[in-house]
């Protein structure tokens, strides 16, 4: 082929390439790339699961990567250490982080603003009472499960540094083998461990979800920074939890689809039993409540005083959520 020839299919090459752009830009553009993290392998942080399997991140043309970390606190070192952009997360590690001065960390969207944890033991414990003097498991110290098992039972008059024994197992099916194999005698326990639980032959002792404490169970957190630099991705990511939330909340076959694939649960009666105590506490409009960021605040402040001088407001950011309002996407 001669130069003359070889010049103009360059130049060819180069118009229909620049022509595919300009009328297909998705098709040729790379998905962005964004890592997010999770720190609990329960439904009120699987959006990011039901996103991915309804192809949501696909749609708003995201190469999304979720990591699970077990733990809220050590999901923060690593949203902190820029290992993750974006966090679907208990909020007690942020707002202790912010309290200590990393005020970069910014909430952006609330999936569950209450507890929904219970506390199940062996047949013979009927009565909260009867937990005393017993080993209780908890996920993880300072974690969601730890806090709701000392305000639940500080609602009713214990004390759970000196009324129980808490035993730490490292997340929510390790607290559920523990109760099995019989090396605790109850734990606290999140849907649909506790219907697990149930379906073993253990009891409710304490009924977390009647009680409705008021805590930052499942935030959406991400840095300021990371919204300066990448805002319009992380917007797409807001529009595919909105959609997940959507289906959450009205496609049932599809979601147990998805936490029986993840959660390697397949009893439907479990699922349902889940579902059915889980969902009444989602939030449909992603909102982050207020008195669930002041209650870590409050949980923090007796061992660091700074916590009485921040507000809920200082550590939220609504933008994403006023655009989706605006937008229709819920």
Not at 19 to 43: E, I, K, Y
Request: proline residues 4%.
């Amino acid at each position: 082929m001669c130069a003359k020839h070889s010049r103009l299919l360059r130049t060819f090459a180069e118009v229909l390439l620049f022509g595919l752009v300009a009328v297909f830009p998705n098709c040729v553009r790379a998905a962005d790339r964004l890592t997010g993290l999770h720190s609990a392998q329960v439904m009120s942080q699987s959006m990011p699961w039901i996103a991915q399997e309804a192809g949501l991140f696909k749609k708003y043309d995201l190469d999304f990567r979720l990591v699970f970390i077990p733990s809220s606190p050590l999901a923060t070192a690593a949203t902190l250490n820029g290992d993750a952009e974006i966090g679907v997360t208990g909020a007690v590690g942020n707002v202790r982080a912010f309290v200590q001065g990393f005020t970069d960390l910014v909430f952006i969207a609330g999936m569950k603003n209450i507890l929904t944890h219970s506390v199940l033991g062996k047949p013979e414990i009927k009565r909260p009472e009867d937990l005393k003097g017993r080993k209780v498991a908890v996920g993880r110290f300072g974690g969601n499960t730890h806090y709701f098992v000392i305000q639940a039972l500080k609602r009713l008059g214990m004390d759970a540094t000196k009324d129980i024994q808490t035993i730490q197992t490292g997340g929510g099916p390790e607290t559920l083998a523990a109760l099995v194999s019989g090396s605790v005698d109850a734990a606290g326990l999140v849907a649909p461990g506790d219907s697990a639980a149930v379906a073993r032959g253990f009891r409710y002792v304490i009924n977390g979800p009647e009680m409705r404490i008021p805590y930052g169970a499942t935030q959406v957190v991400t840095l300021r920074s990371v919204i300066n630099k990448r805002g319009a991705v992380i917007g797409r990511f807001m529009r595919a939890m909105a959609e997940a939330s959507k289906i959450i909340h009205t496609d049932k076959a599809f979601v147990y689809k998805v936490l029986g694939k993840y959660l390697r649960i397949t009893d439907t009666k479990v699922l349902d039993a889940a579902y059915q105590s889980e969902i009444p506490a989602l939030e449909r409009r992603l909102e982050i409540s207020d008195a669930a960021l002041q209650a870590s605040l409050d949980e923090i402040a007796p061992l660091d005083p700074r916590a009485k001088s921040i507000k809920p407001q200082e550590m939220i950011d609504r933008r994403y959520l006023v655009e989706l309002e605006k937008s229709g996407a819920f």
